[in-house]
């Protein structure tokens, strides 16, 4: 079968050897087309392809329809709304991602956001410490338990909720079950967003939830820009010269916040919390073994367009 690495961010080299190296050995051609210049050179490089592994690649119904033979997509990595699902079903293709390969890197990346906002980016004014904080953690899943497990270990006091988990599991995490995303919001001193982008959660996080939070809390959002409603984000930053609010990667109106809010935000110039050489590793290996597992076997445990 013919498999495509199609990596606008290219993963690590080590990274391309090691996904090489377990697709040629099942006996499996590799392709690799890095840093392409546009859309349409993705579409462009599919026409052939049984198979493609991607990071943030965009999987349009357009390169779907450009892909007759394709069986496969594995998105390197956790969250997968970078591929239309809905036409991928569609065309019998299917799609799945790499969960918990990238997690530490993310929850790493969430806690260096809080202690550099905590010590106002690093600059010399009077920041603060975050042992003894109360973090709220909204969705409990990898990346969410792995902030939970390392901000406990730092002396934070670590609460949670995930309406797709039952409170043992919370409990069992080493975190408190909120009663509701209304009071986590407002009982955090930083507030740690873990859901995926959805439907559902587009916008969610507004005004009313960030202005709830207490005085000189702060937002911290490693998932995705897409949450947030940022006229809500801007209007309670206004509001409350208190609150603040750092996020991988930058809001739309991320300009005009930097400009009236100076030091209070922060983003990310391009997503990078899964940009360390061993999430590249981990995710993209395990996209080579989950592609060789499914052509060998049907294998689609980590399916997630079913
Ligand atoms: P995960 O699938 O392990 O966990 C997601 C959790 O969200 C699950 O526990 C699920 O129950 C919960 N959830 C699902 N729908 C929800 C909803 N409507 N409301 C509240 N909770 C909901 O994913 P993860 O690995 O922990 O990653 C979480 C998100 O972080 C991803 O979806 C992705 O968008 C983002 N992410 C960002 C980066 C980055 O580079 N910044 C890297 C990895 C993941």
Redesign the pocket.
């Known amino acids: 079968m013919k498999v495509l690495i199609a990596t606008q961010k290219p993963f690590a080299a080590v990274a391309v050897e090691g996904i090489k190296s377990i697709l040629e050995e099942a006996g499996h051609e590799v392709a690799l087309l890095e840093k392409y210049p546009a859309q349409e050179d993705f579409v462009a490089a599919v026409a052939d392809v049984e198979a493609l592994i991607i990071r943030s690649d965009k999987v349009t119904p357009e390169v779907i329809a450009a892909a007759p033979k394709l069986k496969i997509v594995v998105r390197a990595?956790?969250?997968f709304d970078n591929v239309d699902l809905a036409a991928a079903s569609a065309a019998g293709v299917v799609v799945m991602n790499t969960?918990?390969q990238?997690?530490n890197a993310?929850a790493e990346l969430a806690l260096g956001l809080m202690i550099f906002m905590a010590r106002t980016q690093f600059t010399p004014a009077t920041g603060s410490e975050i042992e003894g904080k109360r973090l709220g953690i909204?969705?409990?899943?990898?990346?969410?338990r792995l902030v939970g497990a390392k901000a406990k270990a730092l002396g934070m006091k670590v609460s949670a909720i995930?309406?797709?988990?039952p409170d043992e599991k919370i409990i069992a995490g080493g975190a408190e079950p909120a009663s509701s995303l209304e009071a986590l919001y407002a009982g955090s001193d930083y507030l740690s967003i873990?859901?995926?982008?959805?439907p559902?959660?587009i916008g969610s996080i507004g005004y009313d939830l960030i202005a709830s939070m207490p005085k000189g809390a702060t937002l911290i959002n490693?998932?995705?820009k897409e949450v947030i409603d940022e006229a809500g984000l801007a209007k309670a930053l206004r509001e409350r010269p208190d609150l603040k609010y750092a996020a991988?990667v930058a809001p739309d109106c991320y300009e005009a916040l930097r400009e009236e809010f100076g030091l209070r935000v922060f983003a990310t110039p391009k997503?990078m919390?899964?940009q360390t050489s061993e999430a590249n590793i981990n995710a993209g290996l395990a996209a080579a073994r989950q592609i060789v597992s499914f052509f060998a076997t049907g294998d689609t445990r980590f399916q997630v367009n079913r």
Not at 138 to 144: C, L, R, T
Not at 194 to 198: K, M, N, R, S
């Open positions: 990595g956790a969250g969960p918990g990238n997690s993310v909204q969705a409990f899943g990898n990346v969410g995930d309406p797709f988990l873990h859901i995926p982008a959805t559902e959660t490693t998932a995705r991988d997503k919390g899964a």
